[in-house]
């Protein structure tokens, strides 16, 4: 293989400020450059036609700019010359995306360790509630729009498509990665604000494993869920000191937590503060910013249990990655993450303050 070559393949090219015309490229990604040929016969020509700098570069994926092309990457040169390419599938698409990225960085060895990471983990902001979500979502302006599409055979009137939920979902910041938009999409199907349509995405339901039921594709439909009324439920009065509440926050994430008297898993917020040291969670549905539940991490334990054997306590839809916290009233906590990477975080997280 040609020194430095990191992945070769043809895209189709677009560039300036408004792009009139697309052409079909071959492109050779090395450490620092994307190169591009024109290709004829199946045979890229040399010497190449254009050469892209990647140092400096910003990459915006996916890139919603042009509302027919949806596979899309954006780089901007130091330069601030735009080039579009179109890739032709969305596994390509960030295929060349996670490619250019770990090159962009290359530099920065610790950058590239972050999107690996990345690739793998979930955080919501803080500071966003569902409801934020599901209004913009509705929002005719920048919002998805529901239309009728057809899926083995049947039209389902007002979906969307899976992958362009997904899509949205980054390109509005509510996520990182698509990982992480898909696990948001799975909570919001959860807490019943939106809701599968057809085979593929009931179906998909039945898998429970956060990331796995929500099907990043455009095989799976989805729609707006009417009934957003709110479930109403005994309050469960918490008396939380204001002391609780007041250590700095840690870490925190989306987790499944089986709950203690029905044995069923609900997604929660999970928030881990030290000074003093707590994990308190939240239902991801409410409005008011208050847990539902939450202990002392003081004398507990916390540890991975293994995806060989589901223990005793445990019930329901188990997809592994599961971890117990017990503390030290002897009260037992099933906690299940959505890949090992992000179940270690939390274990090492927790131990730190225990």
Not at 163 to 190: C, K, Q
Not at 248 to 269: C, D, E, F, S
Request: proline share 5%; aromatic share 8%.
């Amino acid at each position: 293989p040609q020194q430095g070559l990191i992945k070769q393949g043809d895209l189709c090219l677009g560039h300036g400020h408004i792009v009139h015309n697309w052409k079909a490229r071959w492109f050779i990604l090395r450490q620092n450059t994307l190169l591009y040929y024109k290709f004829q016969g199946g045979r890229k020509v040399t010497p190449p036609k254009g050469r892209i700098l990647l140092d400096g570069c910003t990459i915006t994926c996916p890139c919603l700019e042009y509302e027919n092309r949806p596979l899309l990457i954006k780089l901007k040169t130091q330069t601030s010359t735009e080039y579009f390419l179109e890739a032709c599938s969305r596994e390509e698409r960030d295929a060349w995306a996670f490619e250019i990225t770990g090159a962009i960085h290359a530099g920065q060895p610790g950058k590239v360790q972050q999107l690996h990471l990345l690739k793998n983990s979930f955080k919501l902001p803080p500071h966003i509630s569902l409801h934020r979500i599901v209004d913009k979502m509705r929002d005719s302006s920048c919002g998805i729009r529901p239309s009728p599409n057809m899926v083995q055979g049947s039209t389902y009137k007002k979906t969307f498509i899976g992958s362009s939920l997904v899509d949205w979902l980054l390109s509005s910041g509510f996520a990182a990665s698509r990982l992480e938009a898909v696990t948001l999409a799975s909570v919001l199907m959860e807490e019943n604000f939106l809701r599968p349509v057809g085979t593929r995405s009931t179906g998909a339901i039945r898998s429970g494993d956060l990331s796995e039921q929500f099907l990043d594709d455009s095989t799976a439909l989805y729609t707006f869920a009417e009934s957003c009324k709110k479930k109403i439920s005994p309050k469960e009065e918490i008396s939380l000191s204001t002391m609780e509440l007041s250590g700095t926050v840690v870490k925190q994430g989306y987790l499944a937590k089986q709950g203690h008297k029905r044995k069923n898993w609900k997604v929660r917020r999970f928030v881990l503060r030290k000074d003093p040291a707590f994990l308190h969670y939240y239902d991801p549905s409410k409005e008011e910013n208050r847990p539902v539940g939450g202990f002392s991490l003081r004398g507990s334990l916390v540890s991975a249990l293994e995806d060989n054997g589901v223990p005793a306590g445990v019930k329901g839809n188990v997809q592994g990655n599961l971890f117990k916290v017990i503390t030290k009233d002897d009260i037992h906590y099933y906690i299940q993450a959505s890949s090992k990477a992000e179940r270690s975080e939390w274990i090492e997280a927790i131990k730190k303050l225990t």
